[in-house]
């Protein structure tokens, strides 16, 4: 019979990399758990039919928000560049604001609040504290949010290696290990792109600046204005992916080096390991880890199936341990309750001492 551990019993083990699934944003708020933005697009009819006519018209990548709004944003781009006007450069231009403004809505009716996911906050950063790389395939704001909190409060060091270029935005620097030269840093990075990433007309790619709360918010402001288009790989077979990829200097360098920082163990929370995601599977056993962990929802017998399937004959040790246990990921290792429990009673013990002394 398989052995489900407890993260407790192998977390010193797996110290390298993470890699986040949609499962971990499904831990978080339910909306994450819809297939498709295209098709969560559809259903809430945020899509007229002229748009949906431009996403079947790009094929095999018709329900990529990125991609098709990136060839229509070129368009648009090459038409005022010629001077051209008329009915078809007005359909383009219509096609492109259509699309644009269901993006938005979508994604703004599915994520989750700032102050709702505050909650998880805490233990999500201690989670993340335990690991040198952390990688993740997800494009909310939750991470992103928890990290920065982890800053703030000083429970660990965490950087995307972004850094402010001469003109004041925020790039990504290629020299990733000066980052960790003061020990203890977790870097982290997002191979299929984040909402907090964004391109500017000139194709350069950089990210989005706001306070904790107010991001979300600045990310549909700069969208909506123009300013930027969104960076993330949503849909499609791995293969689409891979051309998504291919499309972003931030994806490409993420996917050609960040693979290289995980090392020797890596733990896999909330990741389905699904055949649209093989250039992934690739890139993990491409850097050769000897020891992989996997989180197991429930008695999820599929996801103990395809682990083995994929990594049982070519990565040395294969455990498997429960999403739910405390300290993984979103839930509570207790520390905190126990740490608030002793305030409480330190407190007391000073006012019943004062009152003492009065």
Known sequence: MLEIKKWSEIKDRFRDGLILGNGASIAIHDGFGYESLYREAQQRKFLDETAISVFKAFGKDQYDFELVLRRLWYARQVNEALGLSGNAVEKVDYAYQAIRKALIETVRDTHVGYEDASQYFDPIAKFVQGFRTVLSLNYDLVLYWALMYGNN?????????????TSGRLVLDSDWEKYREDGGTTLCFYPHGNLVLGRTVADDELKVKAGGSNLLETVFEKW?????LPVFVCEGTSEQKQRSINGSSYLRQVQSKAFDEIRESIVIYGWRMGPQEQHIIEQILAAKPKALAISVRGDNQETVRRANELFSEKIESLVFFDANSPGAWAKSDGSTERQQAEWKTDLKGLLAKLRGQR
């Not at 409060?153 to 270029?165: A, E, S, T």
Request: charged fraction near 40%; aromatic fraction near 16%.
């Open 224 to 228: 909506q204005a123009g300013d930027v």
């Open 153 to 165: 409060v000083k429970l660990g060091k965490y950087r995307d290696c972004f850094r402010y270029d």
